[in-house]
Antibody, heavy 127, light 113 residues
Framework: QVQLQESGPGLVKPSQTLSLTCTVSGGSISSGNYYWSWIRQPAGKGLEWIGRIYSSGSTNYNPSLKSRVTISVDTSNNQFSLNLNSVTAADTAVYYCGRAAYFYDSGGFNPLAIDIWGQGTKVTVSS | DIVLTQSPDSLAVSLGERATINCKSS????????????LAWYQQKPGQPPKLLIY???ARESGVPDRFSGSGSGTDFTLTISSLQAEDVAVYYC?????????FGQGTKLEIK
């Protein structure tokens, strides 16, 4: 059974870089047709999709964050990571990683919904 | 970006009664070539990550009780809980995965009346 676990600093200073890692256990990040996502949720608010990465390293980012976000994958350690630079208080949130499948048919690429989520890690941006 | 608007923002339903949550999309999430709606429903309880309930608008995720059902197509969708149980108290979100950036509705808080 695949499980995801986020890790990283709980406190980041303004203007610095937020760095989180999601460790995948119970399965290989490289096997199967999956994409790996980051999602965040400010306290008491809704969910925001940050972006995703495939095991090939191909990425898609939310344009609202694109200039500040990098998602990378480390297949040897079965992890993928999030870097968000130039953070402000508005980046304070619980950050989740997630897994979703995809497949190809005659119509092309078909993503599925995120079916496995990490427990989330709270990140506060404050001096 | 595709905007998903849920209604109502909050809902109080008696135990055993039906609960209905709506999700309206600013554009279609129906892919005509395969006739699938790229819309999911999630349940989130306090301190927990979201849990996938429904995908393709109406397909129930494995292990999800059959009192949860999804319907709709194109731009208008509904999540129905046929007989509310105490453990269903949560915030419910719809999400489109038709086009990046994938987006979520603002959430609907479901409580017991």
């Amino acid at each position: 059974q695949v499980q995801l676990q986020e890790s990283g600093p709980g406190l980041v200073k303004p203007s610095q870089t937020l760095s989180l890692t999601c460790t995948v256990s119970g399965g290989s990040i490289s096997s199967g047709n999956y994409y790996w996502s980051w999602i965040r949720q400010p306290a008491g608010k809704g969910l925001e999709w940050i972006g995703r990465i495939y095991s090939s390293g191909s990425t898609n980012y939310n344009p609202s964050l694109k200039s500040r976000v990098t998602i990378s994958v480390d297949t040897s350690n079965n992890q993928f990571s999030l870097n968000l630079n130039s953070v402000t208080a508005a980046d304070t949130a619980v950050y989740y990683c997630g897994r979703a499948a995809y497949f190809y048919d005659s119509g092309g690429f078909n993503p599925l919904a995120i079916d496995i989520w990490g427990q989330g890690t709270k990140v506060t941006v404050s001096s | 970006d595709i905007v998903l608007t849920q209604s109502p923002d909050s809902l109080a339903v008696s135990l055993g009664e039906r609960a209905t949550i709506n999700c309206k999309s600013s554009e279609t999430v129906l892919y005509s070539s395969n006739n699938k709606n790229y819309l999911a429903w999630y349940q989130q309880k306090p301190g927990q990550p979201p849990k996938l309930l429904i995908y393709w608008a109406s397909a129930r995720e494995s292990g999800v009780p059959d009192r949860f059902s999804g319907s709709g197509s194109g731009t208008d969708f509904t999540l129905t809980i046929s007989s509310l149980q105490a453990e269903d108290v949560a915030v419910y979100y719809c999400q489109q995965y038709y086009k990046t950036p994938y987006t979520f509705g603002q959430g609907t808080k479901l409580e017991i009346k």
